[in-house]
Antibody
Framework: QVQLVESGGGVVPPGGSLRLSCEAS????????MHWVRQAPGKGPEWVAV????????YYGDSVKGRFAISRDNSRKTLYLDMNNLRAEDTALYYC?????????????WGQGTLVTVSS | SYVLTQPPSVSVAPGQTARISCGGD??????VHWYQQRPGQAPVLVVH???GRPSGIPERFSGSNSGNTATLTISRVEAGDEADYYC???????????FGGGTKLTVL
């Protein structure tokens, strides 16, 4: 079955950096666009970034553009999110999400998330 | 940036029909998706592309989209439907994925 397993979260001071990883299994990784979506405590989901099948297209939410970078290694079936210059408002549960493999822009599978806390 | 507006809360008695709205400029020209999120769990897709239903989602869940409002309809509401619900679209002109603020469904 489809599995998305995030890792790399933790506590980091403001201005710090962190790299999140998401290992995918149970499906053809190169057939799906992949996203990071975050959810701050008590808030709704917020889209962070998307990467196309082979990594040639990437888009970012306005609040993270210029600070975060999404990438993927299709040989390892792994999605990454490099986060720099972290701020308190980046504190959230970060989900790795699979885009449906059709013309749909919906998310048909979510990981369980990895928690990032930005605090001194 | 594109904004999706949902009511903060909706309450309904068991067995009745719940309707959750999602407003946005010309949202009827977009494909709207709906997610259910129970406490402590990741969101789950319940309706995609306005009225598509993923496998495993009961027929009680349906959607519609026209003009400036999309609606998630849950028929014959059960206690287990109590959750937060979020609408979402892909805003093509900005290549941004946008979520609504969410609606807490309470089953009385």
């Amino acid at each position: 079955q489809v599995q998305l397993v995030e890792s790399g979260g933790g506590v980091v001071p403001p201005g710090g950096s962190l790299r999140l990883s998401c290992e995918a299994s149970g499906f053809t990784f190169t057939s799906h666009g992949m996203h990071w979506v975050r959810q701050a405590p008590g808030k709704g989901p917020e889209w962070v970034a998307v990467i196309s099948f082979y990594g040639d297209s990437k888009y970012y939410g306005d609040s993270v553009k210029g600070r975060f970078a999404i990438s993927r290694d299709n040989s390892r079936k792994t999605l990454y999110l490099d986060m720099n210059n972290l701020r308190a408002e980046d504190t959230a549960l970060y989900y790795c999400v699979r885009e449906m493999a059709t013309a749909s822009s919906s998310y048909d599978h979510w990981g369980q998330g990895t928690l990032v806390t930005v605090s001194s | 940036s594109y904004v999706l507006t949902q009511p903060p809360s909706v309450s309904v008695a068991p067995g009745q029909t719940a309707r959750i709205s999602c407003g946005g400029d010309y949202i009827g020209t977009n494909h709207v998706h709906w997610y259910q999120q129970r406490p402590g769990q990741a969101p789950v897709l319940v309706v995609h592309d306005n009225n598509g239903r993923p496998s495993g989602i009961p027929e009680r869940f349906s959607g519609s989209n026209s003009g400036n409002t999309a609606t998630l309809t849950i028929s014959r509401v059960e206690a287990g439907d109590e959750a937060d619900y979020y609408c979402q679209v892909w805003h093509s002109s900005s290549d941004h994925w946008v979520f609504g603020g969410g609606t807490k469904l309470t089953v009385l």
